[in-house]
């Protein structure tokens, strides 16, 4: 019996060809259309719209809790027996197959492509929001005390260490295997193959990618939104400039123009060298806020925070009677269901820079790798605010968390040379932005083409140029209130995404096991 699955389904079979693109019927279709009519309803109506979605992600959020949390530790746990077990030992895309990356550039790309802006967002005002009780504080702690700030470390490392990557883990392993190893096209809808059968390139399918696409351009928008906001209030902290909305459009602009340049040149012209910029740039930063802040405490915290993650995890993992409800609902059934509506998009990115390398040494890089590369992140930015905090320093310890966007700069501010760090920070906010935008164009290029690697140029432009314009219509049209919006929205998108995910652990374990029963396809074959 052949290892290779049994359908008659041809990549692109269903596209049609016009305007200089290659579109598969319906999804793009629907996709671009649903996009245009939340932007439009939006826009002429952004306060209702919030209502609207707000109350949806409540309602998720509210009655879904349990759910986006067994989840997220089913994911943890199937990635680690994934590595050990014998499984582990297959290759992404055939036992001959080579990386197309050194593994400098396959992390430079892990981590600029999965946490960027985030990382530069939050690492100052999560564990600031924790500590001081912004909006709750993990498992009900009492604020402003040394347990605190052991929590505030361990309860944000909980948010962005194993299981977001996890999450995405999960989705990329999916979508490298079925494409690498069983020649299916690289789109969501492939994954499903094991259990649908040939009804994968049905409406089943059709609804699996259009999900998918929502998840990815509308979680895209609201990073392309936040990383204005943020360079904007960077700029306006450096040289006075007023941060408004007309600023944070001409940010996006300029943003979405470079990163039209970088989609043109695809992967290894463009996505792999700012990449590599960007992770010597955070490089550069990240040593200069340890040697400038306390050498001594960044050390000591970080064996700190490593044990406070020890010791929260599993407490922070658990569902059932949390007094802290505030804090579980409010940011980690939140965070939960963020990673997830982005897990087609990074999921995705990563599956194509992760060809030739074996299951256990692709398990191990993602959810080890940005695991400690955030845990040291965290330890100097976030550390080194909490210890301004506790010792009287500065805007932070004196008015606490005011402006979110402004936090990571009103830390900066305590060290030496601050205009200049501060300027590097805008810098590398503005790079990271650059690259979650040209990845994801590359990601909704390839779902919306029916699964296509080389889809037309004019196509990654296409939606290079809608993430940017959801971005700045929604900015202009409700300004916070719309981006509320479209945040609200990912996360109810998230909730359908989580039921894809769950079955597609499944279909995985089914498509492992094929691989080891049957044998390995030689990657050159070019029939499925």
Same mark, same amino acid.
């Given at each position: 019996?052949?290892?290779?699955?049994?359908?008659?389904?041809?990549v692109?079979?269903d596209n049609?060809e016009?305007?200089?693109?290659d579109?598969?019927?319906p999804?793009?279709?629907?996709?671009?259309?649903l996009?245009?009519v939340?932007?439009?309803?939006?826009l002429?109506n952004p306060?209702g719209a919030?209502?609207?979605?707000?109350?949806?992600?409540?309602?998720?959020?509210?009655?879904f809790?349990w759910f986006?949390?067994?989840?997220?530790?089913i994911?943890?746990?199937?990635?680690i027996?994934?590595?050990?077990?014998?499984?582990?030992?297959?290759?992404l895309?055939?036992?001959?197959?080579?990386?197309d990356?050194?593994?400098?550039?396959?992390?430079?790309?892990?981590f600029?492509?999965g946490?960027?802006?985030?990382?530069?967002?939050?690492?100052?005002?999560?564990?600031?929001a924790?500590?001081?009780?912004?909006?709750g504080?993990?498992l009900?702690?009492t604020?402003k005390?040394?347990?605190?700030?052991?929590?505030a470390?361990g309860?944000?490392?909980?948010?962005?260490?194993?299981?977001?990557?996890?999450?995405?883990?999960?989705?990329?392993l999916?979508?490298?295997?079925?494409?690498f190893?069983?020649g299916?096209?690289?789109?969501?809808?492939?994954?499903f193959?094991?259990?649908?059968?040939d009804?994968?390139?049905?409406w089943?399918g059709?609804?699996i990618?259009?999900?998918?696409?929502?998840?990815?351009i509308?979680?895209?928008?609201t990073?392309?939104?936040?990383?204005?906001q943020q360079a904007?209030?960077?700029?306006n902290?450096?040289f006075g400039?007023?941060?408004?909305?007309g600023?944070q459009?001409?940010?996006?602009?300029?943003?979405?123009?470079?990163?039209v340049i970088?989609?043109?040149?695809?992967l290894?012209g463009?996505?792999?060298?700012?990449?590599?910029?960007?992770m010597?740039?955070a490089v550069?930063?990240?040593i200069f806020i340890?040697?400038?802040?306390?050498?001594?405490?960044?050390?000591t915290?970080?064996?700190?925070?490593?044990?406070?993650y020890v010791?929260?995890i599993?407490?922070?993992?658990?569902w059932?009677?949390?007094a802290?409800?505030?804090?579980?609902?409010?940011?980690? /059934?939140?965070?939960w269901?963020?990673? *997830?509506?982005?897990?087609? =998009?990074? @999921?995705m990115?990563?599956?194509r %820079?992760?060809? +030739?390398r074996?299951?256990?040494?692709f398990?191990?890089?993602v959810l080890? /790798?940005?695991t400690l590369l955030?845990? *040291?992140?965290?330890?100097? =930015?976030? @550390?080194?605010?909490?210890?301004q %905090?506790q010792? +009287?320093?500065?805007?932070?310890?004196a008015?606490?968390l005011?402006?979110?966007p402004l936090?990571?700069?009103?830390?900066?501010?305590?060290?030496?040379?601050?205009?200049?760090?501060?300027?590097?920070?805008?810098v590398l906010?503005?790079?990271f932005?650059?690259?979650s935008?040209?990845s994801?164009?590359l990601?909704v290029?390839?779902?919306?083409a029916?699964?296509?690697?080389?889809?037309?140029?004019?196509q990654?432009?296409?939606?290079?140029?809608?993430?940017g314009l959801i971005?700045a219509?929604?900015?202009?049209?409700?300004?916070?209130?719309?981006?509320?919006?479209i945040q609200?929205?990912?996360i109810?998108v998230?909730?359908?995404f989580?039921v894809?995910?769950?079955?597609?652990?499944?279909?995985?374990y089914?498509?492992l096991?094929?691989?080891?029963?049957y044998?390995?396809?030689?990657?050159n074959?070019?029939?499925i």
């Amino acid at each position: 019996m052949s290892d290779r699955f049994d359908t008659d389904y041809k990549v692109g079979q269903d596209n049609i060809e016009k305007w200089g693109m290659d579109m598969h019927n319906p999804v793009f279709f629907v996709s671009a259309a649903l996009v245009i009519v939340f932007i439009v309803l939006t826009l002429i109506n952004p306060v209702g719209a919030k209502k609207v979605f707000d109350a949806s992600k409540s309602w998720t959020i509210q009655n879904f809790d349990w759910f986006f949390m067994i989840s997220g530790n089913i994911f943890v746990l199937f990635c680690i027996l994934v590595a050990v077990l014998p499984v582990g030992k297959i290759r992404l895309g055939g036992p001959d197959s080579t990386p197309d990356f050194t593994r400098l550039s396959w992390f430079a790309m892990l981590f600029a492509a999965g946490m960027g802006i985030g990382l530069m967002f939050w690492s100052v005002a999560e564990p600031v929001a924790y500590y001081t009780d912004w909006w709750g504080t993990p498992l009900n702690v009492t604020p402003k005390t040394p347990e605190a700030a052991r929590a505030a470390m361990g309860a944000t490392m909980f948010h962005w260490g194993l299981h977001p990557w996890a999450i995405y883990a999960v989705t990329a392993l999916a979508l490298a295997f079925f494409t690498f190893n069983k020649g299916l096209p690289l789109t969501i809808r492939s994954t499903f193959f094991p259990l649908l059968k040939d009804k994968a390139w049905g409406w089943p399918g059709h609804i699996i990618d259009t999900i998918s696409v929502l998840a990815t351009i509308f979680g895209l928008a609201t990073s392309l939104g936040f990383g204005a906001q943020q360079a904007a209030s960077g700029l306006n902290f450096l040289f006075g400039i007023e941060s408004t909305i007309g600023l944070q459009v001409t940010i996006i602009t300029c943003v979405t123009g470079v990163a039209v340049i970088s989609v043109v040149r695809g992967l290894e012209g463009g996505v792999k060298v700012l990449s590599n910029f960007n992770m010597a740039l955070a490089v550069l930063l990240l040593i200069f806020i340890i040697l400038a802040g306390s050498f001594t405490h960044f050390f000591t915290g970080l064996f700190k925070t490593t044990w406070a993650y020890v010791e929260y995890i599993l407490p922070l993992s658990n569902w059932i009677d949390r007094a802290d409800e505030k804090f579980y609902k409010g940011w980690t /059934v939140f965070y939960w269901a963020w990673w *997830i509506s982005w897990a087609p =998009f990074v @999921g995705m990115f990563i599956a194509r %820079i992760s060809k +030739g390398r074996t299951v256990r040494e692709f398990m191990m890089a993602v959810l080890l /790798v940005p695991t400690l590369l955030t845990l *040291i992140w965290m330890q100097a =930015f976030g @550390g080194n605010a909490l210890l301004q %905090i506790q010792e +009287g320093v500065g805007a932070l310890a004196a008015k606490g968390l005011g402006q979110v966007p402004l936090a990571t700069f009103q830390m900066l501010e305590n060290l030496p040379m601050a205009q200049i760090t501060s300027f590097f920070g805008i810098v590398l906010v503005l790079v990271f932005f650059i690259t979650s935008s040209d990845s994801g164009s590359l990601v909704v290029d390839s779902i919306t083409a029916g699964g296509k690697l080389d889809a037309p140029v004019t196509q990654r432009i296409f939606w290079a140029v809608m993430e940017g314009l959801i971005a700045a219509c929604l900015l202009v049209g409700g300004g916070a209130d719309a981006l509320g919006a479209i945040q609200a929205i990912a996360i109810s998108v998230g909730l359908p995404f989580t039921v894809i995910m769950v079955v597609m652990v499944i279909s995985i374990y089914m498509g492992l096991n094929h691989e080891r029963k049957y044998g390995y396809r030689n990657l050159n074959q070019t029939g499925i």
